[in-house]
T-cell receptor
Framework: ELKVEQNPLFLSMQEGKNYTIYCNYSTTSDRLYWYRQDPGKSLESLFV?????AVKQEGRLMASLDTKARLSTLHITAAVHDLSATYFC????????????FGSGTKLNVKP | DGGITQSPKYLFRKEGQNVTLSCEQNLNHDAMYWYRQDPGQGLRLIYY???????QKGDIAEGYSVSREKKESFPLTVTSAQKNPTAFYLC?????????????FGNGTRLTVT
């Protein structure tokens, strides 16, 4: 059974601090996606990572992919309150493209 | 503007009734998906379709049915056989085939069954 595990599941941090969210997956894949969900809302695509060593940055968020370790990270730099949301990673398996498997999500709360 | 439209936003039903959730997209995407999200949980795949007139079961298909008669539309029926249907339902689409694209999500339908 394919597993996508995120940690931590909950993260409370002060504004201005740095932190990393981890996404481990159990299948062969070079397609990894990060999404953001605000409370009561739908999911918004943040990053698409398509190869080993891929790194994407947008503002205070930076995502990376290590396909050999089956690990993606989402790094938050100098957090601000507006980043408070739930972040999901999703894997698109090599053996079954376009069937996306999601992690449980990391609920981030940035305190002013 | 291209996007995915789900309707209705909120839906209330009595136990034992079937209910159909609508999902329409104008992104010209081949693949469409239905996910279920329970409070504080991740997304679980119910059904997906890579092409018109074809669909596959996801991990939690029991008690649900779908159809894909048109590229733009992928309605989900929650039947009375679904034991715990109250949840937030999200429809999504992607380019499909060999195209690489993230999922594009609709705004969701919140179903409450009492």
């Amino acid at each position: 059974e394919l597993k996508v595990e995120q940690n931590p599941l909950f993260l409370s941090m002060q504004e201005g601090k740095n932190y990393t969210i981890y996404c481990n997956y159990s299948t062969t894949s070079d397609r990894l996606y990060w999404y953001r969900q605000d409370p009561g809302k739908s999911l918004e695509s943040l990053f698409v990572l398509l190869s080993n060593g891929a790194v994407k940055q947008e503002g205070r968020l930076m995502a990376s992919l290590d396909t050999k370790a089956r690990l993606s990270t989402l790094h938050i730099t100098a957090a601000v309150h507006d980043l408070s949301a739930t972040y999901f990673c999703a894997v698109d398996p090599l053996y079954n493209f376009n069937k996306f498997y999601f992690g449980s999500g990391t609920k981030l709360n940035v305190k002013p | 503007d291209g996007g995915i439209t789900q309707s209705p936003k909120y839906l209330f039903r009595k136990e034992g009734q079937n209910v159909t959730l609508s999902c329409e997209q104008n992104l010209n995407h081949d693949a469409m998906y239905w996910y279920r999200q329970d409070p504080g949980q991740g997304l679980r795949l119910i059904y997906y379709s890579q092409i018109v007139n074809d669909f596959q079961k996801g991990d939690i298909a029991e008690g649900y049915s779908v159809s894909r008669e048109k590229k733009e539309s992928f309605p989900l029926t929650v039947t009375s056989a679904q034991k715990n249907p109250t949840a937030f339902y999200l429809c999504a689409s992607s380019m499909g085939q060999d195209g690489v694209s993230p999922l594009h999500f609709g705004n969701g339908t919140r179903l409450t069954v009492t």
